[in-house]
């Protein structure tokens, strides 16, 4: 296996988070196992990743029940199709993965139709009890998009934040809405009640990431500004075990163009 996979028992449920290596962008896929099925939550950016998550998934002898897409950046669903299942989402993201159209397997050239990533099932914040246990979703506004989905599992203390949280990598700042990621921090870290944390990149953690994101937010807001160069070199100083480089470059070539 080319990810690192880490499982945790919570009774009735296990849960199997599977974190891609670097070359996909350190992407978290979790997949929730209950009584009889499984619960997959967000898809891979690299198709072979997505394979193997999906490989393993049917290892463990039970139904692949949904794909969940927390939000609207391709690193997230482009490997849905491989999945084989109905693919859900808040309505404001299908709305904008079709903005954004058809995308293309990095590694491969593969181009990846619209229709392959594109979520057919709306998923409705609220309550949904799935094979004997409960399911919150709520939508999120700000920080890393303007809106995701997290998904809480109350019985069993665990939070799927995805891009809520990354753990030890390092964060997408396109937006520069620190004041949004920090919100967002705020809100959750208050629910001490969660006591496992999932994150959208990297492994599993505890409730000690809301201290360490808040620092990581803090010094963005410091560090981040009008040069991407500087900015990369100060924040990689900074934190210099952390993951997820490639991030801050595709961020900047967004904010401030290609490199000559």
């Given at each position: 296996m080319h990810g690192t996979l880490t499982v945790i028992d919570?009774?009735?449920?296990?849960?199997?988070?599977?974190?891609?290596?670097?070359d996909g962008l350190g992407v978290t896929t979790q997949l929730i196992e209950t009584p009889s099925r499984i619960i997959a939550v967000d898809a891979q950016f690299?198709?072979?990743?997505?394979?193997?998550?999906?490989?393993?998934?049917?290892?463990?002898?039970?139904?692949?029940?949904?794909?969940?897409?927390?939000?609207?950046?391709?690193?997230?669903?482009?490997?849905?199709?491989?999945?084989?299942?109905?693919?859900?989402?808040?309505p404001e993201t299908t709305a904008e993965i079709?903005?954004?159209?058809?995308?293309?397997?990095?590694?491969?050239?593969?181009?990846?139709?619209?229709?392959?990533?594109?979520?057919?099932?709306?998923i409705t914040p609220g309550t949904e009890v799935i094979d004997g246990i409960p399911f919150v979703f709520e939508k999120v506004t700000g920080g890393?998009?303007?809106?995701?989905?997290?998904?809480k599992l109350p019985e069993?203390?665990?939070l799927v934040a995805q891009d809520v949280v990354?753990?030890?990598t390092h964060l997408w700042l396109l937006d520069k809405d620190f004041d949004g990621w920090q919100a967002n921090i705020d809100r959750f870290a208050a629910q001490t009640e969660y006591d496992t944390i999932l994150p959208g990149h990297g492994e599993p953690t505890t409730p000690a990431i809301w201290a360490e994101i808040t620092d990581y937010v803090n010094a963005g807001r410091e560090l981040l500004g009008d040069d991407g160069d500087a900015y990369k070199k100060a924040i990689t100083e900074r934190y210099p075990t952390y993951q997820g480089a490639a991030l801050i470059d595709v961020a900047?070539?967004?904010?401030?163009g290609p490199k000559s």
């Open positions: 919570k009774g009735p449920v296990r849960i199997h988070s599977y974190n891609a290596p670097q690299v198709l072979a990743y997505a394979d193997e998550v999906v490989a393993y998934a049917k290892s463990l002898g039970k139904p692949l029940d949904r794909l969940i897409i927390s939000h609207a950046h391709p690193d997230h669903y482009q490997g849905a199709a491989r999945f084989g299942v109905a693919v859900h989402a808040l079709v903005a954004v159209g058809a995308k293309t397997d990095l590694p491969t050239g593969a181009p990846i139709p619209l229709a392959d990533m594109t979520p057919t099932v709306q890393e998009i303007h809106t995701t989905l997290v998904i069993q203390g665990v990354y753990n030890r900047n070539a967004y904010m401030f």
